[in-house]
């Protein structure tokens, strides 16, 4: 199976017709780069790194440009803007709550994984496959690509069933 979705779609699906999650202002995607604002005030629990950067720059722009798809899951190399200033300092405070806003909304931990790549740039692996199983059994993904502002999937369906909420 191929599918190709404008990313407003495929966002859409994602969040199964639900709202962001309130830290996340807009999420948008042009070309190969989801970029979202997130409103740094509306960390729940913030750590005081992000309490002092929410002082002074309350909106943070995070550039999130695909880079490859490997057993089933997504690489994205991250930029994070405070205003005009890059804050890849700030990764640390934010990996624990990404991964606590995620738990709140019933996602295993693991789903998404936040560290340094090999250049030390900010890197985000995200299990897509383990995101697909949490909703279908008998979908492995065989293909990913975030393209002209489209997600492209490829998948080889055996045994297909939707999982219960």
Do not use: K, Y
Not at 94 to 100: Q, Y
């Amino acid at each position: 199976m191929r599918l190709t979705l404008p990313f407003t779609e495929a966002r859409e699906l994602a969040l199964q017709g639900g709202a962001l999650p309130p830290i996340v202002r807009s999420a948008s995607c042009v070309g190969a780069t989801i970029r979202a604002e997130i409103d740094l005030r509306a960390v729940p629990g913030a750590p005081l790194a992000v309490r002092a950067l929410a002082a002074v720059a309350p909106i943070v722009r995070v550039d999130a440009t695909f880079r490859a798809f490997e057993q089933g899951r997504v690489t994205f190399e991250l930029t994070i803007w405070a205003a005009a200033v890059p804050v890849h300092r700030l990764l640390n405070q934010l990996t624990g709550v990404l991964n606590g806003a995620l738990r709140g909304r019933g996602l295993p931990d693991g789903l998404v994984v936040v560290h340094q790549g090999l250049r030390g740039e900010p890197v985000a692996v995200v299990d897509l496959q383990a995101a697909v199983a949490l909703r279908a059994d008998g979908v492995t993904l065989t293909d990913f690509a975030l393209a002209d502002g489209a997600v492209e999937l490829e998948a080889s369906i055996a045994g297909f069933a939707l999982r219960e909420l």
